[in-house]
């Protein structure tokens, strides 16, 4: 089993940045997937970003492609999302997940965080 806590969310100026932490507790994490999804009020949840668990392959959203960065380190069963250049249309509430298959799918992420708030203000 693993268990994921995300934080770091909170309000910042359009431009500006924010970096979202993803914390796993379970051994099992190292050998898992990872990713970053977002939900926006009155919008389906949407794919953000995707790494391997070996910290590799990372994928993106053309949405955020050139903004973000997602990393992990294993070590310290920790994600990251480093959001850079925010704009008002990435509002939302972001999601860390865990997947034993690298997708960019949803429905393939068994393991959820509790979700932290994104918000920017133009």
């Known amino acids: 089993q693993v268990r994921l806590v995300d934080s770091g969310g909170g309000w910042v100026q359009s431009g500006g940045s924010l970096r979202l932490s993803c914390a796993a507790f379970?051994?099992?994490?190292?050998?898992?997937?990872s990713a970053w999804f977002r939900q926006a009020p009155g919008k389906e949840r949407e794919f953000v970003a995707l790494?391997?668990?070996?910290?590799?392959?990372?994928v993106y959203a053309e949405s955020v492609n050139g903004r973000f960065t997602i990393s992990r380190d294993n070590t310290k069963n920790t994600m990251w999302l480093q959001m850079n250049t925010l704009k008002p249309e990435d509002t939302a509430t972001y999601y860390c997940?865990?997947?034993?298959?690298?997708?960019?799918?949803?429905?393939?992420?068994?393991?959820w965080g509790q979700g932290t708030q994104v918000t920017v203000a133009s």
């Open positions: 790494i391997g668990w070996n910290a590799d392959a990372p």
């Open positions: 997940a865990a997947s034993g298959q690298y997708s960019v799918r949803e429905d393939v992420y068994e393991y």
């Open positions: 379970g051994s099992a994490f190292r050998w898992l997937a």
